[in-house]
Nanobody, 127 residues
């Protein structure tokens, strides 16, 4: 069993930066790919970024490429999403996700690959 708890969301002005965190518990987390999805009001949940289970590869949605960075601190069992150059279109609830054991980053792009979800954290970008 894996539990994921997000934190770090909030309100930021357009052009600003924010880092959200996902603290994980569970012995199998270290062999699972991890990632972030987001859901804006009235829209479907969409993929944002993913990190392979080994930490050796990343995968990003085109809309955030070059602005967002996903990384992981294995000592703290925590995954981060650093978000720069934010714009109002980035406003959403951000969800942390853990995928199946030993899958790669690209596989995390599909919700069917997700075994565990966090409860979400709100990110609001004002214009």
């Amino acid at each position: 069993q894996v539990q994921l708890v997000e934190s770090g969301g909030g309100l930021v002005q357009a052009g600003g930066s924010l880092r959200v965190s996902c603290a994980a518990s569970g012995v199998t987390f270290r062999i699972r790919a991890s990632g972030w999805f987001r859901q804006a009001p009235g829209k479907e949940r969409e993929f944002v970024a993913a990190l392979s289970w080994s930490g050796g590869s990343t995968y990003y949605a085109d809309s955030v490429k070059g602005r967002f960075t996903i990384f992981r601190d294995n000592a703290k069992n925590t995954v981060y999403l650093q978000m720069n150059s934010l714009n109002p279109e980035d406003t959403a609830v951000y969800y942390c996700a853990a995928g199946g054991p030993y899958i790669g980053a690209q596989a995390m792009g599909q919700p069917a690959s997700i075994d565990y979800w966090g409860q979400g954290t709100q990110v609001t970008v004002s214009s």
